[in-house]
């Protein structure tokens, strides 16, 4: 049988503890022996000092320990000397072997050789007419000493498998979040990619068009070398883009932009919804990436609110254009998403995080004072490959 947690260690078991244990046992019961109304020999005090001795080792070497204080209990009922540390010495070893020793068959024996010291003392030294109410009555009292003893280890294993439990749980969220983060980044380093390679082959043409109009010379060689560069660089972006994505076939299509969030909000209608597409202020030039940036934001949230929230009557998509910045805000007036769906929501939230990171921008998500959740993003306009 595998050992549970609780005796995997016997070296972290406290020692002190228990020496201090079996020192007050020993000191009452020789106290006990030697001024109390019971005391019938001299030699009793060093029968509990000797039954009391082998506790100090009950939590390092339990079986040890127990199978001392059955001896010695032997003993004291050999000579007939009647020990009060008797009977608190057997009764913690039958608790410590519960609690720490975890080979059952030693249990069985222990509670045998028990319940076998209780006939004999019984029968030795309690009166006739009351041997089988003690006889009851010591059997029940050892009994239950192991049995607290065992539900104390099932206890603490319980509360240890728990505590890994947790920290296992904690470990995977984190992680879980970091392959989330890792993961967006990607895509977007994929998406960012995409704009520079298109820039480049726009380049590129621009370039051939004036070195087929202009005459001989340096210019026409100047801008033939920098054609060629772009070219080279063209073709280490594509080379780089097959590493990421894998070179499948839908990777071919066109990057979305803020023209393609009617398309957007048409398809989260079609899925049951009531979104309503506001947009204000003059947008002037966006570059792709920002048009990306704010396309995949809204996809997020839109999505956020068909995996996670309940009685979702009303979705409300709003971009401001304002100077050099637009907000884009996403609300809804759904149920907030239980624990469990918001742990399982937070990928996309760490996903939109990234994106406003990358735009100086600030990103906020979280429930609504009327009930509902919202999505607030607020970003520069400027594109972070130009600023680059």
Known sequence: MPADRSTALPAVRPLLPDVLL???????????DLYGPDHRTAFAPYWDIALAAPLALRRRAPATAAALV???????????????????????????????????WLLALALVVAESGVIMAVA?????GRQWLTALMATGTVTAALVIGLYVRTRRAYLA???????????DRDHQARIAVAEERTRMAREMHDVIAHSLAVMITLNDAVAATAPEGPIRETVTQASEVG???????????????????????????VEQLTDLVAIARSAGLTVELSISGEPGHLAPTTQLTIY?????????????????????????????RVRIQVTND??????????????????????????????????????GWEVLADLAVTDPAAAA
């Open 22 to 32: 079996a020192c007050a046992v020993a000191l009452v019961a020789a106290l006990a």
């Open 70 to 104: 059955a001896a010695i209990c032997f003993a004291t009922w050999l000579t007939g000397v009647i020990a009060v540390a008797a009977a608190p010495a057997v009764l913690i070893m039958l608790y410590s072997l519960g609690a720490w020793e975890r080979r059952r």
């Open 124 to 128: 030795r030294w309690t009166p006739h």
């Open 161 to 171: 498998s728990m505590i890994e439990r947790a920290e296992t749980a904690e470990r």
């Open 231 to 257: 070219r080279q660089a063209l073709s280490e972006m594509q080379r780089i883009l097959g590493v990421l994505r894998g070179a499948g076939p839908a990777d071919l299509m066109p990057q979305p932009g």
């Open 296 to 324: 995949r934001i809204v996809q997020e949230s839109l999505t956020n609110v068909l995996k996670h929230s309940r009685n979702v009557r009303r979705v409300t998509v709003t971009l401001i254009h304002r100077e050099n």
């Open 334 to 371: 759904g149920e907030p998403a239980t624990t469990a769906n918001a742990s399982a929501a937070g990928h996309g939230l760490a996903g939109m995080r990234e994106r406003t990171t990358l735009y100086q921008g600030r990103f906020q998500a979280g429930p609504t004072r009327g009930g």
